[in-house]
Structure formats: C-alpha cells, structure tokens
C-alpha cells in the first residue's frame, strides 16, 4: 500500500468533474486500499479520488471510532434526499479550515462496492455529511465553495500564504 500526496485547496485539479469507473479490477481495488490508507494516515473520514489527483468516481469513508467501518464507493449517486441540516465540516484538503455547512439531512446513495456489486444505502447524520462532502470532490466542489465570497478569500489567501511559507520553510531545510 502507499500514501498518496492530497491536493490542497485552491489547486485548480480539484475542480476536474471525476469519470465514471468502466472496470473494476486489482488496479481500482489497490488505488481504494491505498486512498483509505491515506485517509486513515491523514486522520480523515473520508477521502475522494478527485483529492489525490485521480479523476474517476471513487471515494472512502469511515465514520466508525475504531476504523473498522470502511466504505467504498465507486461511481456513486444520490438518489433521494431530505431534510436540512448545518454542521461543522472539515477537509484533508483544505487544512485548519472548519465551516458550518448546510446538507441534506438524509440521503439514500447507489454505489458498487470494490466488487462491481452494487448496493443502495440510507444514511443519515455524520455519514450523510461525509457523503455528500466526498462526492461533491468528485463533481468538482471544495466544501469552502458554499460560503461567501469574502470567506472564501479569505480562506484562500491564507491557505496560499501558508503553503508559500512552507515552501520557504523546506527550502531553508534543505
């Protein structure tokens, strides 16, 4: 297995709309295996395909304390949802950034799983936010995107100055 390296927020490949999976074979497997494995090393609960820079409809998500409930998703769509409500949301994308969102209470999902064998699965509190955060990733959405203007630049002015200093920060090192 490997870590992969997440793209950070404002980088323009996470707004790339992720392709559909035709095959699921070793290699979507092996790339499912290594994105939970960078999810988990990153501390995470969920982790699109599109943030490690590989465009096709895949996600990982657990949500369970022991991570022990990994779910993967290929090629997964909402198909009903309901309610309304607003959490806290974070991103392996966008590090140190938390807003309050506002989702979809409930959501019902089809998906294949790493077998090609699909299912349908009701979800609702933090594995529905967890979700719809991941395959909004792969429509080409960063959760910062729903705020305002001006938090959004915000956001996006320190993350940018941020990763210039750890990039001075390197360069010194080295």
């Not at 806290?88 to 309050?100: A, K, Q």
């Not at 790493?114 to 979700?131: R, S, T, V, Y």
Request: charged share 30%; glycine share 6%; aromatic share 4%.
């Amino acid at each position: 297995m490997a870590l992969l390296p997440i793209l950070r927020f404002p980088d323009s490949r996470l707004r790339t709309k992720a392709a559909p999976v035709d095959v699921i074979d070793e290699g979507i497997r092996q790339l499912v295996r290594d994105m939970a494995e960078t999810m988990y090393a990153a501390s995470g609960i969920g982790l699109a395909a599109t943030q490690v820079n590989i465009h096709k409809r895949i996600a990982v998500i657990d949500v369970s304390e022991d991570r022990k409930g990994l779910l993967a998703l290929i090629n997964a769509q909402i198909i009903e949802r309901a309610g309304e409500c607003d959490s806290e949301e974070g991103c392996l994308s966008v590090p140190g950034v938390r807003e309050t969102i506002r989702r979809a209470e409930w959501i019902k999902l089809r998906a294949l799983d790493m077998n090609a064998k699909p299912f349908e699965l009701e979800a609702d509190g933090l594995l529905a936010i967890c979700i719809q955060h991941e395959l909004d990733h792969l429509d080409g959405k960063v959760f910062v995107e729903y705020l305002s203007r001006l938090k959004l630049n915000r956001i996006k002015t320190r993350l940018i100055k941020q990763a210039q200093e750890d990039k001075d920060k390197d360069t010194a090192i080295a």
